[in-house]
């Protein structure tokens, strides 16, 4: 098994600009997360989901964000407009059942200039 | 208000000497823990984790002990290995929830 695939791993993009994040959760893998990094906040949730469903979206820092995923072999989270507060590494992770250890992607590190 | 801490940004140990990294919790409710292990570049791996039914939980090199009257829990590595330099997170979630809590984590330097 290949892991959590996310794309891009880099990604630098203009303030105003719209930025989507994608991310490949492992084959099995019913729940999926969005986290983000910062040295302020250190690892955050975001949204996460439940065969295909949004759970819990209480971490989503507003409006700007949000996170879809269409089947369960797919998510993606976009930021439109983006800002320069936005950068981050953000991960993506998997996880079969509650309670069991999250796979975690490599991430992708975003800046917004 | 961070909900889940770990009060020691950094940490070395000599190898072949125990490293124990600690972490606090103010939210009474939350009751699994888990501890992630992230190297540069990649994202955290999943190391070890704890029911707070239990007081103590062992994967080979690895403890990890609970005291729930004090909110604390730890991480034992014994024998420390070079390799196990790390930045370790502690994670705790409440209910049988999956919105996991991260402490900030600690820089975990085993010098050889």
């Known amino acids: 098994d290949a892991g959590v695939i996310q794309s891009p791993r880099h990604e630098v993009t203009e303030m105003g600009q719209e930025v989507t994040l994608r991310c490949k959760p492992i084959s099995g893998h019913n729940s999926l997360f969005w986290y983000r990094q910062t040295m302020m906040r250190g690892l955050e949730l975001l949204i996460y989901f439940n065969n295909n469903v949004p759970i819990d979206d209480s971490g989503m820092p507003e409006d700007r964000f949000s996170a879809k995923m269409p089947n369960a072999s797919f998510s993606t989270l976009k930021i439109q407009p983006s800002e320069p507060r936005d950068s981050a590494v953000y991960f993506c992770a998997s996880s079969q059942t509650r309670g069991i250890e999250a796979f975690f992607g490599q991430g992708t590190r975003l800046t917004v200039v | 208000d961070q909900q889940v801490k770990q009060n020691s940004p950094s940490l070395s140990v000599q190898e072949g000497r125990i490293s124990i990294l600690n972490c606090d919790y103010t939210n009474s409710m939350f009751d699994y823990f888990l501890w992630y292990k992230k190297y540069p570049a990649e994202g955290p791996t999943f190391l070890i984790s704890?029911?707070?039914?239990?007081d103590k939980n062992e994967d080979g090199r690895f403890t990890v002990f609970l005291n729930k009257s004090a909110k604390h829990l730890s991480l034992h590595i014994v024998p420390s290995q070079p390799g196990d330099s790390a930045v370790y997170f502690c994670a705790a979630s409440a209910f049988g929830g999956q919105n996991f809590v991260f402490g900030p984590g600690t820089r975990l330097s085993v010098l050889p």
């Open positions: 704890i029911s707070s039914i239990k």
